[in-house]
C-alpha cells in the first residue's frame, strides 16, 4: 500500500520568507509526528498529532512554526520568517496507536521520505 | 530520560565482510526495539524491529537481538553488499504522557567498497 508521503521534496527560499511542508500518512493511521534532521544534531522530534489535535507541541524550536492537521489526515508544517538555522530536512512519520500504558513498548512510526528545507 | 548511544562511523567495509554496529539504550520502561536505515537522499526506512526481550528481529540478512540484560540491540549482518551502503539509526519506543516516543541515536554510516 502508499507509504508516508511529503511534498515538496526540497524547497529553497529567502531568508524571512514563509514555507509550507506538506505530509500525508498512510491511511488510518491516527498518529503524526514531524522532526527535523539537520548535519550535526541528529533526529529532532517537533511535534505530535493525534487524530487532529496536538497535545505535545514541545519540540517546535519556536513560535515561527506551527502545524496543523485537518481530517484526520494530511498535516502542514508552518515556518514563519525563515532564518538559515532552519535549513534542515524536516521528515514526517505516522502510526497506528496501539500502546497505551506508560512504560511499555511504543508503536512503530513509518517515515516519509522528508522534505530538504534550504534557507538562503 | 531515554537514550540510545550508537557506535560512531564511518564504518569502512569490503564488499562480504562481516558487519556489526554496536548499540546500547537506557530508558525507563520496556521499550521496543527499532534500526532504521537512510540511503542518500532518501527518508528513513524501518529495517527491523524487536518488541521484548530476546526477541530477535530481521530483514534483508540484517539481524538484531533485544538483550535487556546488557541493554543492547547489536546490528549484525553476515555479508554485506556495496547497496547496504547508508547510515543506519537505532532508536527506542516507549508509551511517554499517553503516546510513544522515539528516541533516536546519532546513526552510523555504512561504506561498503567493491
Known amino acids: 500500500g502508499a507509504g508516508v508521503s511529503q511534498s515538496p521534496s526540497n524547497k529553497v527560499t529567502e531568508k524571512g520568507k514563509d514555507v509550507e511542508l506538506r505530509c500525508d500518512p498512510i491511511?488510518?493511521?491516527?498518529?503524526l509526528y514531524w522532526y527535523r534532521q539537520s548535519l550535526g544534531q541528529g533526529l529532532e522530534f517537533l511535534i505530535y498529532f493525534q487524530g487532529n489535535s496536538a497535545p505535545d507541541k514541545s519540540g517546535l524550536p519556536s513560535d515561527r512554526f506551527s502545524a496543523e492537521r485537518t481530517g484526520g489526515s494530511v498535516s502542514t508544517l508552518t515556518i514563519q520568517r525563515t532564518q538559515q538555522e532552519d535549513s534542515a530536512v524536516y521528515l514526517c512519520a505516522s502510526s497506528l496507536v496501539i500502546g497505551r500504558q506508560r512504560g511499555v513498548g511504543g508503536d512503530t512510526q513509518y517515515f516519509g521520505p522528508g522534505t530538504r528545507l534550504t534557507v538562503l | 530520560g531515554n537514550s540510545v548511544t550508537q557506535m560512531e562511523g564511518p564504518v569502512t567495509l569490503s564488499e562480504e565482510a562481516f558487519l556489526t554496529i554496536n548499540c546500547t539504550y537506557t530508558?525507563?520502561?520496556?521499550?521496543?526495539l527499532f534500526w532504521y536505515v537512510q540511503y542518500p537522499g532518501e527518508g528513513l526506512q524501518l529495517l527491523l524491529k524487536?518488541?521484548?526481550?530476546?526477541d530477535k528481529g530481521s530483514n534483508k540478512g540484517f539481524e538484531a537481538t533485544y538483550r535487556k540484560e546488557t541493554t543492547s540491540f547489536h546490528l549484525e549482518k553476515g555479508s554485506v553488499q556495496v547497496s547496504d551502503s547508508a547510515v543506519y539509526f537505532c532508536a527506542l519506543s516507549e508509551v511517554q504522557r499517553g503516546y510513544s516516543t522515539l528516541t533516536f541515536g546519532k546513526g552510523t554510516m555504512l561504506l561498503v567498497s567493491p
Open positions: 530508558a525507563t520502561g520496556y521499550p521496543s
Open positions: 524487536a518488541t521484548k526481550a530476546d
Open positions: 491511511s488510518g493511521h491516527t498518529a
